[in-house]
């Protein structure tokens, strides 16, 4: 795909997050896809494969959400197989913390699909609001 076509699905994916949507961000990720957390964090690391992802970082982070997760899309710029989005982020925690971090994802597409998500965030309100990273996985709730 072209670099406006990768910065399209962006887009997309985007304006539906927005709305709470998270569907559309699965429907464009390769079953072999990476997601990397920068920094030093309990949260920081990397996630291989749809699945592990899925169970390993989607499922117990969602878990401590008491309202649905919306993300805003504040800019996008892309070059060769690359997409940069600048993101805001906003949810409720289950203990009323309210996470609003600002995110900088750099996607890396391979044909039609997003093959590896790097992420680059607050990763002291993530300790703050969000808890320690292995507490989420004993206790998602």
Known sequence: ??????????RRIYAAMEQGDTSVFGAHVHPDYVW?????CSW???????EAILR???RPLFARFATTYKAKLKNVIGEDDFVVAEVDGDVVTKDGGR????????????GNKIAE???YADT???????GRYDDALVNPN
């Open 44 to 50: 920081s690391g990397t996630f291989e494969g749809r």
């Open 36 to 40: 990397r957390i920068a920094g030093q």
């Open 56 to 58: 390993d970082l989607i």
């Open 1 to 10: 795909m072209s670099v406006a076509e990768n910065k399209d699905v962006i």
């Open 124 to 130: 002291d309100l993530e300790e703050r609001v969000l």
């Open 99 to 110: 996470y609003n971090n600002n995110y900088c994802f750099v996607f890396r597409f391979r």
């Open 117 to 119: 998500v790097v992420e």
